[in-house]
């Protein structure tokens, strides 16, 4: 027995990952007394001796964290990916990024991938059509960006108070015909919460709804742009940036002058359309808390925690 237990074997006994093994082994810090001693009770007890040999063999870095995004081309997970990654370097993982195209059958054969490989720990953004089943087995090494699941842990962003920012600004500002332009309610977040905080609000303000809902790209915002353009319409909230640059583009064939706002703040839109008023949704600062939260977790100082990044006009 002694000779066939594995690290992976210790991490198993004592609830913490492969990666605290090895600090606890190195002798290394940042991790919190009673897990290095939980740790030092099962190595002890099992009379465990890592072999040098192994660990020669898997060179600088055996703590690898896997990074899963839904599209490499997305600006918001980009930026979201780029404050994550020197939090990773700092603690001596090497991340590696797979991508999931919105396809469950690919998230489900990346962590069957990931787990053969023993991995640490996984970074994932989540899309509609996910399960917590699916999520579960990782429930421990998991931090699940967009999307909420009971017993894993998340970090989330302020899809109503976003669209609330909105439309009290534009209120304040004098507009009272705001049109709107989402995406399908089947999408959980951007298109159902964001669609239904608009309805709220003109509730709220007591303005009459105008909406269309479509996919989340650039040619549906410009598709679907004549359909809430009314003959009073003011102004016009879009549930992505995404959606705004393709809204931006036909209304750009008008003379009349419409307030376009739009939710994530992304460069390129402020680059092209600077009087756009756009919701920072906090795209860097959900990746950098994704990133500590899974360190956290990986070397047992947190648990499991769903986290919420609060929205600012930009």
């Known amino acids: 027995m002694q000779n066939r237990l594995t690290i992976k074997d210790i991490a198993r006994l004592s609830g913490v990952g492969k990666s605290t093994v090895s600090r606890v082994l190195n002798n290394e810090g940042s991790v919190s007394p009673q897990t290095r001693e ?15 040999s192994a660990r020669a063999m898997r060179g600088q870095s055996d703590k690898v964290v896997a990074i ?6 997305s600006p918001s997970e980009n930026q979201a990916v780029r404050t994550m990654l020197p939090l990773l370097y700092q603690q001596g993982f090497d991340p590696i990024v797979m991508e999931s195209q919105f396809e469950t059958r690919l998230v489900q ?3 069957h991938v990931l787990q053969q490989r023993n991995v640490d720990g996984v970074i994932l953004f989540g899309f509609t059509g996910l399960t917590a089943a699916m999520l579960t087995p990782w429930q421990e090494k998991i931090v699940v960006m967009a999307r909420e699941y009971p017993g894993i842990s ?6 109503e108070g976003a669209v609330q920012l909105l439309m009290q600004r534009l209120r304040k500002q004098g507009h009272s015909h705001i049109s709107y332009l989402g995406v399908q ?11 239904q905080a608009y309805l709220d609000s003109c509730r709220k303000l007591k ?27 003011t102004a016009l909230v879009c549930a992505s940036d995404t959606i705004a640059l393709g809204a931006m ?24 359309f600077p009087n756009t008023l756009s919701v920072e949704l906090g795209y860097g600062t959900a990746g950098q808390q994704a990133a500590q939260q899974l360190l956290g ?7 499991i925690r769903q986290i919420v990044i609060p929205s600012k006009l930009a």
Request: net charge negative; with cysteine; aromatic share 6%.
């Open 185 to 195: 309610e089947a999408d959980a977040t951007t298109g159902m919460r964001r669609h």
């Open 249 to 272: 583009k036909y209304l750009q064939q008008l003379a009349t002058p419409i307030q376009v706002c739009a939710i994530g703040n992304t460069p390129l839109l402020n680059f092209l």
């Open 109 to 111: 054969e990346h962590l």
């Open 154 to 159: 998340s970090v989330c962003y302020d899809d």
């Open 207 to 233: 303005l009459q709804p105008i909406t269309a809902l479509g996919e989340l790209s650039y040619q549906s915002g410009f598709q679907l742009a004549a359909s809430v353009i009314e003959a009073h319409t």
């Open 38 to 52: 939980r740790v030092e009770e099962i190595i002890r007890s099992h009379g465990f001796t890592p072999s040098k």
């Open 297 to 303: 977790q990986l070397n047992g100082e947190l648990g």
């Open 68 to 73: 899963i995004v839904s599209r490499l081309d």
